[in-house]
């Protein structure tokens, strides 16, 4: 069965504190993306990456980085983490050649305190 | 990209369709209409996509009205765990894939 894993269902992670959330995807797909998603607010874009080692930024990137060394990982980067980074985060991939038949991951539940 | 509206929430019987409207009255004519829902505590799931012909597979049909105005989807025997948000999402196809999701309407499936 295909999938895309992130590496944590759960996480407790403290002010100021370098937050990497992991993306792995067996599916050869070229297209990873970053998602955050809060009540209200549905689900915003952060980060996507159409290659290894390209990156693009999507509507909300302030405070993230992105790292796509391997084509099968992308990775979130929260630099110094703050209160209000508290989220569901999803990560997504899809093939160039059906870049809109997304695969998502099951999340992380991110908590900073 | 064409902006939908979807109606905030609906209610279904179990083992009854279930139709699911979505608005896109500013669609172009190679804008494409994908459909996604989302169960509670887990990502979103694709669930079917068109351009203008209707479209049907496995888990549901897609309906699109001819002047592409309107679509509905169609889920022809709801169960239990069809209860999700369905999101109804209008995007010009690119090799980039930059999904935009909405509210959605959350459909609950009741015995």
Known sequence: DVKVTQSSRYLVKRTGEKV???????????NM???????????????????????EKGDIPEGYSVSREKKERFSLILESAST?????????????????????GSGTRLTVV | DA??????????????????????????GNEYVYWYRQIHSQGPQYIIHGLKNNETNEMASLIITEDRKSSTLILPHA???????????????????????????QVVVTP
């Not at chain 1, 990497?20 to 070229?30: G, I, K, N, P, R």
């Not at chain 2, 369905?86 to 909405?102: A, E, H, N, P, R």
């Open chain 1, 20 to 30: 990497f959330l992991e993306c792995v995807q067996d599916m050869d797909h070229e």
């Open chain 2, 79 to 105: 169960t239990l765990r069809d209860t999700a948000v369905y999101y109804c999402i209008v995007m010009l196809t690119d090799s980039w894939g930059k999904l935009q999701f909405g509210a959605g309407t």
């Open chain 1, 84 to 104: 209000n980074q508290t989220s569901m985060y999803l990560c997504a991939s899809s093939s160039r050649l059906a870049p809109y038949g997304y695969t998502f």
């Open chain 2, 3 to 28: 902006k939908t509206t979807q109606p905030p929430s609906m209610d279904c019987a179990e083992g009854r369709a279930a139709n699911l409207p979505c608005n896109h009255s500013t669609i172009s």
């Open chain 1, 33 to 55: 993306f970053w998602y955050r998603q809060d009540p209200g607010l549905g689900l915003r874009l952060i980060y996507f990456s159409y290659d290894v080692k390209m990156k």
